[in-house]
């Protein structure tokens, strides 16, 4: 637990000094208006929320591409990588507050993004069961957190990940239905993006500020199987790249 | 020989020393592009990313079920790729700075202004083919667009005028980015959400009023009028908003060279850039 709360405290001091982690989190109203403004010019103010949402989870994610792929380049950076991998306590371990906090630290995005919609744009957020609402927030944070995770593993794994970053911001809003839902694309959008744990997410969203009727239990399981995946996917490969870098020697890139 | 025109004891400003100059960044970008990308780093990362941004920012289209404001947005997410990648222009510039070769640009005899423009010509190409991609994609896709007629000729030239004029606007705060090198990134990424909405290039319906013609003045607003007239076969309308979107990149373009002399003077009095 002591390992757990360090990496938070030690996560936390950084993002809130970290341009770039703060520049994400200072995006967010932009993204809140650009949004609601698209719905508000289709005259659907009803679906206001879908934009908050949107602004929230595409900020999370960011967070999990960019500053989950900048969590092992740093220690490198800093010459603290090959130190951590000596220390009793594992990387892997190590690096479970870290990500949490990172995870944690987009829940400011959700405030920021209700914020804007409510004091620029006079909406009723208008939330049906806030128990689900809060219960998928929970649900995204820790499957975001494993995703921190695994790009932190690949950025471990792989020394020239960094031009790949850029693609796996839109492809993953579009795969993951953050504006509109998976039924509305074609097939070979759908397929994919129902495993992707996102979709999922999105489908308690809909249920929970009342834009779909669907059942609960089915995208619960399924968010939770898949993020369950995510974060076993994601050990298993921090794991695997440390104990090469171990044998290798290769701190600087494997 | 054109490598003599470089040396000098004093400022140059000499047209023909001066574009020696900007040549010579011109090259050096496009040689740190391809050493940046791999074509399957560029394709995968940078192309597929393009048009997923056009197909997600669309759906609001399909989320409240009208394909025709699916499909304007879409031709004006095309478009506005340009400026997604015109507008790294900012953070890029800045390495300069990180190279430590800032304030030599600024002690040069050509001074920062010709070198940091041909620095940002490599965007000129990014966005030009980032946009003619999304946009030949969207073109394709659309049913009621036919791509397979000579107007669509045009479009390749609406990308580079659009990356243009958004490399520009982004020049116009490089010169600012370089003095606050921090802010680099928050720079070119806050740029990036007035300029799509204040163009039009994402909104359901056309802008009027004073909206209107500030999308007239801004990057990508006349490009994206004129996208949108190719879309319904009218290669003649397209014409008036490609020359105005050129004429207010050129304004853009004093707008940065204005700029980029301010930061060389600020540079220069208080020894910065270093």
Same mark, same amino acid.
């Given at each position: ?254 | ?86 507008? $790294?222009?900012?953070?890029?510039? +800045?390495?300069?700075?990180? %190279?430590?070769?800032? /304030? =030599? !640009?600024?002690?040069? &005899?050509? *001074? ?73 990134? $928050?720079?070119?990424?806050?740029? +990036?959400?007035?300029?799509? %909405?204040?163009?039009? /290039? =994402? !909104?359901?319906?056309? &802008?009027? *009023? ?65």
């Amino acid at each position: 637990m002591s390992v757990l709360l360090a990496g938070l405290r030690v996560q936390m001091l950084i993002s809130l000094r970290r341009v770039d982690d703060l520049q994400l989190l200072a995006l967010v109203p932009f993204s809140a208006v650009l949004y609601l403004t698209m719905l508000a010019q289709t005259g659907r103010r009803d679906l206001a929320i879908v934009g908050v949402l949107a602004s929230y989870v595409t900020t999370v994610w960011s967070l999990a591409i960019y500053s989950g792929g900048d969590l092992i380049d740093e220690e490198r950076h800093t010459g603290t990588f090959a130190p951590l991998l000596v220390t009793p306590v594992s990387v892997a371990r190590a690096m479970f507050g870290r990500v949490l906090a990172i995870s944690l630290l987009g829940l400011v995005g959700l405030v920021e993004a209700g914020v804007v919609a409510v004091l620029f744009f006079h909406i009723d957020l208008g939330i049906d069961r806030p128990w689900l609402m809060a219960g998928s927030v929970v649900l995204l944070s820790v499957a975001m957190a494993g995703a921190t995770y695994f790009f932190g593993a690949v950025f471990l794994l792989t020394a020239n990940a960094r031009p790949w970053q850029n693609a796996w911001t839109y492809p993953a809003f579009v795969l993951g239905g953050v504006l509109a839902p998976l039924r509305v694309w074609p097939i070979w959008v759908r397929v994919p993006g129902r495993l992707f744990f996102l979709s999922w997410v999105m489908d308690l969203f809909a249920v929970a500020t009342g834009r779909s009727a669907g059942a609960v239990l089915l995208p619960a399981l399924a968010a939770g199987g898949l993020a369950m995946a995510t974060w076993v996917l994601a050990w298993g490969m921090l794991r695997w790249a440390i104990r090469r870098v171990q044998a290798t020697g290769a701190f600087d890139g494997v | 020989m054109a490598s003599d025109r470089l040396a000098s004891d004093g400022p140059i400003d000499e047209p023909a020393s001066l574009f020696a100059t900007f040549r010579f960044a011109a090259v050096i970008s496009w040689r740190d592009f391809r050493a940046l990308y791999r074509w399957y780093t560029y394709v995968g990362g940078w192309l597929v990313r393009v048009l997923a941004q056009a197909a997600f920012l669309a759906s609001v289209g399909l989320l409240v079920g009208s394909e025709s404001v699916a499909h304007r947005i879409a031709i004006g997410a095309a478009c506005a790729s340009a400026a997604t990648g015109a507008l $790294l222009a900012i953070p890029l510039a +800045t390495m300069e700075r990180a %190279l430590g070769t800032a /304030a =030599v !640009l600024v002690v040069s &005899p050509a *001074g920062l202004v010709p070198s940091m423009l041909g620095r940002a010509v490599d965007r000129l190409v990014d966005g030009g083919v980032m946009s003619t991609t999304a946009l030949v994609a969207v073109f394709a896709y659309l049913p009621e667009v036919q791509l397979l007629r000579p107007s669509s000729l045009l479009l390749p030239v609406f990308a580079v005028a659009m990356a243009y004029s958004s490399t520009c606007l982004a020049m116009t705060l490089a010169g600012a980015a370089l003095l606050w090198p921090d802010a680099r990134n $928050l720079i070119s990424s806050t740029l +990036t959400v007035p300029l799509t %909405l204040l163009s039009g /290039a =994402v !909104l359901p319906h056309e &802008p009027t *009023g004073r909206l209107a013609l500030v999308s007239h003045l801004l990057p990508l607003g006349n490009g994206i009028r004129g996208c949108r007239e190719l879309a319904l076969g009218h290669a003649a309308g397209a014409l008036l908003p490609l020359l105005g979107e050129l004429l207010v990149g050129s304004a853009w373009l004093v707008a940065a060279i204005g700029s980029l002399r301010v930061a060389q003077s600020w540079a220069t009095r208080r020894a910065g850039l270093v």
